[in-house]
């Protein structure tokens, strides 16, 4: 049956071809033929008109989709390569990104660097730091191998990270100072006020608020807010002079005496990329 069908439409599409050709040719005859009546010449001309347009509007149609198949592939690639290239612009955007901040840190780290006096200084990378183990350690590239020893204070750009507790050939444990172990060695610290120099112990982190808490005061001293406090340089390795922090405010006894200070750390110790160890030479 299908056949039969597909047949009858191929004869059909053959006959009407063979008209539309039969017309063309009879209307082209009777146009140019002078001495045909005028009648016959106007039945001639609507006949090459109609079939002109039967022929064309199908080819018109048919290159029309043809070309704006055409130019939705055109659009579809332009499209797909501009994709492609904000991809790309976005992956260098952020690589430049990151290649500007790490440049950045490690110009900063030079000029800590210069500031170390009897120190050898040693840059490095943080390599991993475990969310269970946050506030008490990180882990470092640099080890036996680069001249790192155990005890040496640690500093970001901005002031003191913390100190090194484990060495091995490539990389270094840090234990940081916002640690709350309490068999930790503690960092010893001092501040002045009005030409009087009063030293302490970190001696804890509230890590509610984000401060350091100085403790085993040794003056009676009322402290200002905002005083700067930074190592002593007494107890082992630790050079003196380290920003530690400033003073965010103190528990007072009932004399208004500090029994604790409390400390904003100065270095950013939720964003640790790049560290110096200062091991003593002396």
Same mark, same amino acid.
């Given at each position: ?58 080819? #018109? ?126 960092? #010893? ?68 005496? #500090? ?6 750390? +100065? +270095? ?15």
């Amino acid at each position: 049956m299908q056949k039969f069908f597909f047949n009858k439409k191929l004869v059909i599409t053959l006959v009407a071809l063979i008209v539309s050709f039969l017309l063309i040719t009879f209307s082209i005859v009777v146009r140019n033929n002078r001495s045909t009546p005028t009648i016959i010449q106007q039945i001639g001309n609507e006949a090459f008109g109609l079939v002109d347009r039967l022929v064309s509007y199908p080819v #018109a149609a048919v290159t029309s989709v043809g070309s704006n198949v055409s130019d939705l592939l055109n659009t579809y690639n332009e499209n797909k390569k501009l994709k492609q290239q904000v991809d790309s612009l976005a992956s260098q955007k952020v690589e430049n990104q990151t290649l500007k901040k790490e440049n950045k840190q490690l110009k900063q780290q030079l000029k800590l660097n210069k500031s170390l006096t009897n120190y050898t200084k040693i840059t490095a990378y943080v390599l991993s730091r475990s969310p269970s183990t946050w506030e008490n350690q990180i882990v470092i590239s640099k080890g036996s191998l680069s001249g790192v020893t155990k005890n040496s204070a640690v500093v970001s750009n901005k002031g003191l990270v913390g100190r090194v507790v484990e060495v091995n050939k490539s990389n270094s444990k840090v234990e940081l100072i916002t640690t709350q172990n309490d068999s930790s060695d503690r960092f #010893a610290v001092q501040l002045e006020v009005n030409g009087e120099v009063i030293n302490g112990l970190i001696t804890d982190y509230n890590s509610k608020k984000n401060l350091l808490v100085m403790g085993q005061i040794t003056s009676k001293t009322k402290i200002k807010k905002n005083t700067k406090v930074i190592t002593s340089g007494m107890g082992g390795n630790t050079p003196k002079g380290l920003l530690v922090g400033t003073v965010a405010s103190t528990a007072d006894d009932d004399d208004g005496l #500090a029994t604790k200070v409390y400390i904003k750390p +100065a +270095a950013d110790l939720t964003d640790l990329s790049v560290v110096t160890v200062a091991k003593r030479t002396d």
